[in-house]
């Protein structure tokens, strides 16, 4: 870990509160359950943030979403090898892998293959691609403790990570999900939640530009539901986005400082 690595102190980011009170959230028939780590239904974790993580990287990117702990390293704009064919586009390479004790459950993680799939798909769309022909960025996301909403987490970071080592981005990329609890939508869920959930809806964006870059839905909704889902996505991606920015202007005030 770098010393001299900026950070920011844990951020709240969670959307506009509804005036309207909502019932408790239940667990098997338990209407007396509230959250487990007893936030609102529609209260995000406190998110941390932090610069310059790995010294050895070009960029990089550390964040720790309540027992959600994610660390990412960005490698290059570096020559593609010679078998690729030539582009005007430079390529970008994810990877997301699970430490052997990221869950109390050895293995019990998600797909890593198909998580590396969705964070390219993620990040691709807000990447400058056209600023480093026949170059590769490789951006290598690790997730040392899995406490839920992981792949949100990992594509905040990654995005961070990326913007770190000065690769040119049309905008930042945020990423919330929402779970489907019976009648409640509970957001930014945590392991315990999502091992109960009913479906799931995940969206990154550029907040800045206010563009999905991705959207994933697991799960039966109704159009009603997927729009509740989405606006809150969509107003705690906008606030996650400023805690971000503030990130980075912090590195950037240490750095001119030192």
């Not at 900026?6 to 969670?14: D, G, H, K």
Request: hydrophobic share 40%; glycine share 6%; aromatic share 6%.
């Amino acid at each position: 870990m770098a010393g001299g690595a900026s950070a920011t102190a844990p951020s709240t980011y969670s959307p506009s509160p509804n005036q309207k009170k909502k019932p408790p959230l239940f667990k098997d028939g338990d209407l007396d359950w509230v959250r487990p780590d007893g936030r609102e239904f529609h209260q995000c974790r406190p998110a941390f943030f932090r610069t310059g993580a790995v010294n050895a990287a070009a960029g990089s990117a550390y964040a720790e979403f309540g027992n959600t702990k994610v660390i990412v390293s960005v490698f290059g704009p570096r020559e593609s090898k010679k078998a690729m064919m030539y582009s005007d586009m430079g390529r970008l390479n994810c990877n997301v892998s699970y430490t052997t004790f990221a869950t109390a459950v050895r293995g019990q993680v998600l797909d890593q293959k198909e998580s590396s799939s969705m964070l390219h798909k993620a990040l691709e769309g807000a990447i400058r691609l056209e600023t480093f022909p026949k170059t590769t960025v490789d951006v290598f996301a690790l997730v040392l403790e899995s406490g839920g909403s992981d792949l949100p987490v990992v594509i905040s970071c990654a995005s961070l990570a990326l913007a770190d080592a000065g690769i040119m981005l049309y905008d930042l990329v945020t990423a919330v999900s929402v779970s489907c609890l019976g009648p409640n939508l509970v957001i930014d869920p945590i392991s315990e939640e999502e091992s109960y959930q009913d479906g799931s809806l995940m969206i990154t964006c550029m907040p800045s530009r206010y563009e999905v870059t991705q959207l994933t839905i697991t799960g039966e909704w109704s159009s009603a539901r997927i729009n509740e889902a989405m606006q809150l996505c969509l107003d705690a991606c906008s606030k996650l986005g400023k805690v971000m920015r503030s990130c980075l202007k912090e590195a950037a005030s240490a750095s001119e400082e030192s």
